[in-house]
């Protein structure tokens, strides 16, 4: 299978190899003759043409991808949605991580259905957890997924990996953006930026819900504590990352003043400790409690407990290679 990185690949490593020849040319023109051109005239397009008959091109099948070409193909797809999130992504970062969150914490851990497959882009589940307001957040996320897929040289990313990047790339901003929360000096908010939380880059390669969780019931501020409390339960995430979301989850200032007073001693501790923790000058701990729930979050439902199917993403690319390292450009005598 051909690909423009592929060729590119090859004709740079091509030229780079020219390139190399020339300049050891020219250092010793330079040590014969003094003053002397530095380096020979590049050649000429026949005698490239010629220098890559030498090469012949071997696909490498996608089980054979060297690692580093993996990590490299893997994060095409997570530039494509960096460059494009902000143009079909129009929604707020706390919309974006709600829709999220709705879909991550449907995960029931005991019958391992739900969580992250993209199952809430369906009307029927939104209507059902009371979350239609969604609905052009969902679009905004397809128009995404198109985005990527065309601008991709590999198979056509899922719906809930779209999702993913997107939220990856909301939280990031909103990290951004809170940790310059009531400064207004603008060397001093660009100081604070250097302190905003590192998320990492969540994995990709889940497979796709073909229609809306059945069971899905994930609970939204407005529900009762206990009810957010069972959720995260059902889905296996720790108490601890409950607070740290309330800005995803509606109001949230009130939201985390509700779970403060809640009767639960540990929601109402953990939401203090959050209101604290984001009242400090660089928040550290906030940002990091808020980070590491994200990520917890990224792996509710993976089919494969060591992460997901990555490699449905990645695909062949022809590597050139010398015929004949012997005789490769020699002319028969």
Same mark, same amino acid.
């Given at each position: ?15 780079? @190899? ?67 999130? @902000? ?247």
């Amino acid at each position: 299978m051909a690909t423009r990185r592929g060729a590119l690949r090859g004709a740079g490593g091509a030229l780079a @190899g020219l390139a190399l020849g020339a300049a050891a040319g020219g250092g010793g023109a330079r040590r014969a003759a003094g003053g002397a051109r530095l380096l020979a005239p590049p050649p000429a397009l026949a005698e490239i043409t010629k220098a890559d008959s030498r090469y012949s091109e071997v696909e490498v099948p996608v089980e054979k991808l060297p690692n580093a070409v993996v990590v490299e193909e893997l994060n095409e797809l997570r530039a494509l949605a960096e460059k494009y999130v @902000g143009e079909c992504v129009t929604a707020s970062p706390a919309a974006v991580l709600r829709l999220y969150y709705l879909d991550a914490i449907s995960f029931d851990k005991k019958t391992k259905q739900g969580g992250l497959n993209g199952s809430i882009r369906f009307d029927a589940e939104l209507d059902k957890v009371g979350a239609a307001d969604l609905k052009p957040v969902v679009k905004q996320i397809s128009a995404l997924q198109s985005k990527i897929s065309g601008g991709y040289d590999g198979p056509a990313i899922g719906w809930a990996d779209t999702l993913v990047l997107a939220a990856f790339n909301k939280i990031t901003q909103y990290l951004r953006d809170t940790i310059q929360e009531g400064v207004d000096d603008p060397e001093l908010k660009e100081g604070r930026l250097k302190f905003a939380a590192v998320v990492p880059n969540p994995k990709i390669g889940r497979e796709d819900a073909t229609g809306p969780n059945p069971d899905a019931v994930p609970p939204l501020a407005d529900a009762p504590d206990a009810d957010v409390l069972a959720a995260f339960d059902r889905a296996g995430i720790r108490k601890g990352y409950i607070a740290p979301f309330a800005f995803a989850l509606g109001d949230r200032d009130a939201v985390e003043k509700k779970w403060a007073d809640s009767s639960d001693d540990q929601l109402a501790y953990y939401a203090k400790k959050v209101i604290v923790n984001r009242s400090a000058s660089l928040q550290t701990n906030y940002q990091i409690d808020l980070a590491n729930a994200f990520v917890a979050l990224s792996y509710l439902g993976l089919k494969d407990p060591t992460g997901p199917n990555y490699q449905r993403y990645l695909y062949p690319y022809l590597r050139k290679v010398v015929k004949d390292p012997l005789t490769a450009g020699l002319s028969k005598s």
